[in-house]
Structure formats: structure tokens, C-alpha cells
């Protein structure tokens, strides 16, 4: 069984800085897989990044980058340069590795973004 | 990228009627999923639809509440039956496919208020 935790139920960043969201997962397999999706007002949920867990290298896309703490269990999204476009709702997910497609997700984080 | 489509995008029901929602991916992906996201929740997977074969219902879901159908690979439906406020969500399709790098998107999500 996998869970995820987001402890942050709101963030809010001034336009062109810097924010990080926190997950911190649980998991028994060895093999998985790691994402951050995106899920503007509109609704529609957006993949932001993902990270293979076997991979020791961050995954980076763009403004958004992510730093995956193995030992830790934590997998932390950072997004530079902050845009108005960002503010959404951002969820961290994990899904085991194998034939074991679902995707577990925390509860989200509300990310404002101010002018 | 796939571009999901889902229709209803809302609807308002009476208690104890029954909703079909459709979802359909403009190619073919490997997997569909069903997911419910309660009003201020995150998500939660109800099922896994399959190919021509009974859909693989989690716990807590039953194929008599939630029977789902996939006649093809781009096309799947879930229907709410017997409804009650306790369904009123939103039901979101996904689709998953695995090359160039496993991606699962997301439809726009059918948003249901039972009255």
C-alpha cells in the first residue's frame, strides 16, 4: 500500500519568486514512481513532472523542478520564477512500480499567486 | 499528449435515478481509470476499466454502485446508479499510456450534485 502526505493545505508566492510544496510519501515496494500534477480552477489535471524512484537524479521540467529525497521519503516540488498561470491546485502522487498503474494521492495544496 | 473528453461536464440529479458518464480518449491509451474526487478532496480511484472484461473495482467500491464498461481502447463509461447526496462529486476519466514515458492524463472531470 502506498500514501502520501501534503502538509501544506495552502501556499501563496509573490509573482516571479521562488516556491516549494512538500509530499512525503510511504511506501513497502522498491520500485515506483513519483508525480506532481497540477489542477487549475478549470478542473483539468495536468502532469507537471514525474520521477522514477530508481533514478537518483531530480527530475526537472522548465520552471518546475523537483527534490526527491529517497532515505527521506519526501519529494518536494519547486517552482522558479513564479507566474499567475501557476496558481492551482497541486497534488503529489505515487503509484508502485510492476503492472500496478493506480495512482495514490495526497490531499493537495492550494498555491496562490500574488501580483 | 491525449486529449480527453468527458461528457456529461455536470448534471443535476434526483435521488435514486442513475447517471452514465461518458469518457472518451482521442487514441489509443493501454489503461482507463475512474476516479472520484469529493468537493474539497483529492482523488480517489474507483475502478480500473478493462478491455472487454469486468472492470477492477478498490475497496470500497462495488460494480453494482459503479458499473463501468470499456467496449474498446478509447472509449469507456461509468454509470452512478441508485444515487444519493452522498455521490454528489466530481468523476474524473484517465488514461494511461506508456511510451515515450508512462504519462496518465486526466478529462476534465464530470461534476454530479444529487439532489
Known amino acids: 500500500a502506498q500514501t502520501v502526505t501534503q502538509s501544506q493545505p495552502e501556499m501563496s508566492v509573490q509573482e516571479a519568486e521562488t516556491v516549494t510544496l512538500s509530499c512525503t510519501y510511504d511506501?513497502?515496494?522498491?520500485?515506483?514512481?513519483l508525480f506532481w500534477y497540477k489542477q487549475p480552477p478549470s478542473r483539468q489535471m495536468i502532469l507537471v513532472i514525474r520521477?522514477?524512484?530508481?533514478?537518483?537524479q531530480n527530475a526537472t521540467e522548465n520552471r518546475f523542478s523537483v527534490n526527491f529525497q529517497k532515505a527521506a521519503k519526501s519529494f518536494s516540488l519547486k517552482i522558479s520564477d513564479s507566474q499567475l498561470g501557476d496558481a492551482a491546485m497541486y497534488f503529489c502522487?505515487?503509484?508502485?512500480?510492476?503492472?500496478?498503474?493506480?495512482?495514490?494521492f495526497g490531499k493537495g495544496t492550494l498555491l496562490t499567486v500574488n501580483p | 499528449s491525449a486529449v480527453i473528453s468527458q461528457k456529461p461536464s455536470r448534471d443535476i440529479c434526483q435521488r435514486g435515478t442513475s447517471l452514465t458518464i461518458q469518457c472518451q480518449v482521442d487514441s489509443q491509451v493501454t489503461m482507463m481509470f475512474w476516479y472520484r474526487q469529493q468537493p474539497g478532496q483529492s482523488l480517489t480511484l474507483i475502478a480500473t476499466?478493462?478491455?472487454?472484461?469486468?472492470?477492477?473495482?478498490e475497496s470500497g467500491f462495488v460494480i453494482d454502485k459503479f458499473p463501468i464498461s470499456r467496449p474498446n481502447l478509447t472509449f469507456s463509461t461509468l454509470t452512478v446508479s441508485n444515487m444519493s447526496p452522498e455521490d454528489s462529486s466530481i468523476y474524473l476519466c484517465?488514461?494511461?499510456?506508456?511510451?515515450?514515458?508512462?504519462?496518465?492524463?486526466f478529462g476534465p472531470g464530470t461534476r454530479l450534485l444529487v439532489l
Open positions: 476499466a478493462n478491455q472487454g472484461s469486468e472492470a477492477t473495482y
Open positions: 484517465s488514461a494511461a499510456r506508456w511510451a515515450p514515458q508512462e504519462t496518465q492524463y
Open positions: 520521477q522514477e524512484a530508481y533514478k537518483q
Open positions: 511506501t513497502s515496494e522498491s520500485d515506483y514512481y
Open positions: 502522487a505515487s503509484r508502485g512500480g510492476g503492472s500496478n498503474y493506480k495512482l495514490t
